[in-house]
């Protein structure tokens, strides 16, 4: 049995939660990250869903890829299957990504089910932004999954610009109600 390659491009990149060997900057082809999931446990409610991110066809996806030894990986795939897939709209794939360096490895990642309940589309910017201001899960604020996403990304220096508008619009939201008293 061979080490396993896992693509993170979400909470994923700042909270891997699992043992892995090696930590390398990564390009998926092919593919986005969007806020296109709902969330109703861990970033939301079933009356208030939040939205997370997913996968969706086309353009290209900066992110890490983990590399964890062989002797883990079926613990590291039952952990990340549980987490992934109990409750959202994902399918598991094994996807090649271009590693830093040159490498290219074949990663376990989550592309969002197009066909699943929780599938929310590609929504326009104020429309995810609403529904991220309103949303709190089981893991806290939907902001504050936007806002670590951001962080993480810039400390890679991987830019993002559709991420950054929905930032942006948010902090907006944010300033707006708190000049309000809303918070």
């Not at 998926?28 to 999931?37: A, D, I, K, N, Q």
């Not at 598991?92 to 590693?99: E, S």
Request: charged share 25%; hydrophobic share 40%.
């Amino acid at each position: 049995m061979s080490d396993l390659w896992v693509f993170g491009y979400g909470s994923l990149m700042w909270r891997p939660g699992f043992r892995y060997l090696e930590m390398v900057p990564a390009l998926l082809e092919g593919f986005h990250r969007s806020f296109c999931v709902y969330s109703r446990y861990w970033r939301g409610t079933p009356e208030r869903p939040g939205l997370v991110l997913g996968l969706t066809p086309g353009g290209d996806c900066r992110g890490t890829a983990f590399r964890v030894a062989a002797a883990d990986r079926e613990e590291v795939v039952e952990y990340l299957n549980e987490r992934e897939l109990g409750g959202y709209a994902y399918l598991a794939h094994y996807l090649p990504v271009l590693l830093d360096g040159g490498r290219v490895a074949e990663a376990y990642c989550f592309i969002a089910d197009r066909d699943h309940r929780h599938y929310a589309g590609e929504l326009a910017v104020d429309e995810a932004a609403e529904i991220i201001m309103d949303a709190e899960g089981k893991a806290g604020l939907n902001r504050d999954y936007l806002i670590n996403t951001v962080r993480e990304l810039e400390q890679y220096g991987f830019g993002d610009p559709a991420l950054r508008e929905l930032l942006r619009t948010v902090e907006r939201l944010t300033g707006e109600i708190e000049s309000g008293s809303g918070i």
